[in-house]
């Protein structure tokens, strides 16, 4: 390339357009980091209202005639029992001995051939002396949209008390209850800290996927019925 060309007014030229072009970029990143940063504050904004449902003391929780328990697996990565899992069952046993709910839904994922929430929620419970009539299942709980949804579809259940840990109650009950379903939470007691590390970066996606599902994307249970 010649001195001119290196130089001359075309240089100037090429030299400005890709400057432009650059800041374009910068300010199209900045855009997309702040539209991301705003949804997911509102996204949290909006899930954290369900707050007021959730009851972390069983004297305070309502009493129900079903309890909708949200499955997660029993054993983690390396064969340990999941804390998360445990939790769970214990506090559905409580409501359960109080008489705050009757009937357990159990609703999980049976997916993959030796993986069965369901099965190992229900058979968790049972150990524990929950009679195995009270106890329904439900295996196409996928995630936490579907689990709600389904709860009246599956078994025309519109008005139940969600069981999980704190942070899920909230966000399943904001599902349930923009579908005019009249659900509560009741939270398992939490984990320890050492185990929730993953769960911090998880549940602020989830809760922005939860809005998105409900007034953006519009998405249906994997099966309705």
């Given at each position: 390339m010649s001195y001119e060309e290196k130089s001359g007014p075309g240089a100037k030229v090429r030299a400005f357009a890709r400057s432009k072009a650059v800041k374009g970029v910068l300010l199209g990143g900045a855009v997309l980091v702040l539209a991301a940063a705003v949804l997911l504050f509102w996204a949290d904004h909006q899930v954290k209202k369900a707050a007021a449902f959730v009851y972390t003391r069983i004297e305070e929780a309502p009493a129900r005639e079903y309890g909708l328990l949200l499955g997660t697996s029993r054993v983690v990565r390396g064969g340990f029992l999941n804390e998360y899992f445990y939790r769970r069952i214990r506090a559905a046993v409580r409501l359960y001995r109080a008489g705050r709910v009757r009937k357990i839904i159990v609703s999980?994922?049976?997916?993959?051939?030796?993986?069965?929430?369901?099965?190992?929620?229900?058979?968790?419970?049972?150990?524990?002396?929950?009679?195995?009539?009270?106890?329904?299942?439900?295996?196409?709980?996928?995630?936490?949209?579907?689990?709600?949804?389904?709860?009246?579809?599956?078994?025309?259940?519109?008005?139940?008390?969600?069981?999980?840990?704190?942070f899920h109650c909230e966000r399943a009950v904001y599902l349930a209850r923009a579908k005019d379903l009249d659900a509560v939470g009741f939270a398992a007691e939490e984990v320890p800290a050492r185990f929730r590390f993953k769960n911090a970066f998880r549940e602020p996606l989830a809760r922005v996927k939860a809005f998105l599902d409900l007034h953006l994307l519009r998405t249906r249970p994997h099966f309705e019925k």
């Open positions: 999980g994922d049976n997916r993959r051939k030796g993986y069965n929430e369901p099965q190992d929620m229900k058979e968790a419970l049972m150990a524990e002396g929950v009679p195995e009539g009270a106890i329904l299942m439900d295996f196409a709980g996928f995630r936490t949209l579907d689990s709600v949804v389904r709860a009246r579809n599956v078994f025309g259940v519109t008005t139940f008390t969600v069981i999980s840990q704190k």
